[in-house]
């Protein structure tokens, strides 16, 4: 079974300064995915980012990028000028690579972040 | 395109009343699930469905709970009788099938469905 673990409950930044949220997991696979959504108030759950365990190469969209530690197991989130918009709950998430029919997602138990004016 | 649709977007009912939470997903996705958040537990995987086939329903808390796909477009969550201890926030999600390996693992959320029960 895989687990994931958001360390930080809630974290705050200023706004246009950079964040980063951290994210551990644990599992026996070696092919996987890892995700990061995002939840604002309106409940919505929304994927930020998502990263393929075979690339070594770190994901990146526009201010968002990952950190992703294979070895480690650490998949953190970092949000460069963060924006007041950005105020969420982040949930880390994975899901093993398979052809056939198993694709659930496990989440973490997310990170409050607020930004601040 | 819409998105998933969920309804209804709050429930509030009395113990022991039967509950019907409904999903419809984004048309051409071939897969769905039903998750619940909760405070204390976060988010669960309670089941979900591959062409309208039900995979893994071990996420299913115990027999109180049911979850139907009689179609691509459309799948029932029901609980009867609910409890207290269901509330929670329900939602539902669909995936595409996996294109390579580019959409791989992209689930699309609806709005939810925030359950009360009294």
């Known amino acids: 079974a895989q687990t994931v673990t958001q360390s930080q409950p809630e974290m705050s930044v200023q706004e246009a300064e950079t964040v980063t949220l951290s994210c551990t997991y644990d599992?026996?696979?070696?092919?996987?995915?890892l995700f990061w959504y995002k939840q604002p108030p309106s409940r919505q759950m929304i994927l930020v980012i998502r990263?393929?365990?075979?690339?070594?190469q770190n994901a990146t969209e526009n201010r968002f990028s990952v950190n992703f530690q294979k070895a480690a197991k650490s998949f953190s989130l970092k949000i460069s000028d963060s924006q007041l918009g950005d105020t969420a709950m982040y949930f880390c998430?994975?899901?093993?690579?398979?052809?056939?029919?198993?694709?659930?997602?496990?989440f973490g138990s997310g990170t409050q972040l607020t930004v601040l004016p | 395109d819409a998105g998933v649709i969920q309804s209804p977007r709050h429930e509030v009912t009395e113990m022991g009343q039967e509950v019907t939470l409904r999903c419809k997903p984004i048309?051409?996705?071939?897969?769905l699930f039903w998750y619940r958040q909760t405070m204390m537990r976060g988010l669960e995987l309670l089941i979900y469905?591959?062409?309208?086939?039900?995979?893994?329903d071990s996420g299913m808390p115990e027999d109180r709970f049911s979850a139907k796909m009689p179609n691509a477009s459309f799948s029932t969550l029901k609980i009867q009788p609910s409890e207290p201890r269901d509330s929670a926030v329900y939602f539902c999600?669909?995936?595409?099938?996996?294109?390579?390996?580019?959409?791989?693992?992209?689930?699309?959320f609806g709005e939810g469905s925030r359950l009360t029960v009294l």
């Open positions: 999600a669909s995936s595409p099938l996996p294109f390579g390996r580019r959409l791989a693992g992209e689930l699309f």
């Open positions: 599992t026996s696979e070696n092919n996987y995915y």
């Open positions: 990263q393929e365990a075979y690339k070594q």
């Open positions: 998430a994975f899901m093993k690579q398979s052809s056939g029919s198993a694709r659930q997602l496990t």
């Open positions: 048309s051409g996705h071939n897969s």
């Open positions: 469905f591959n062409n309208n086939v039900p995979i893994d």
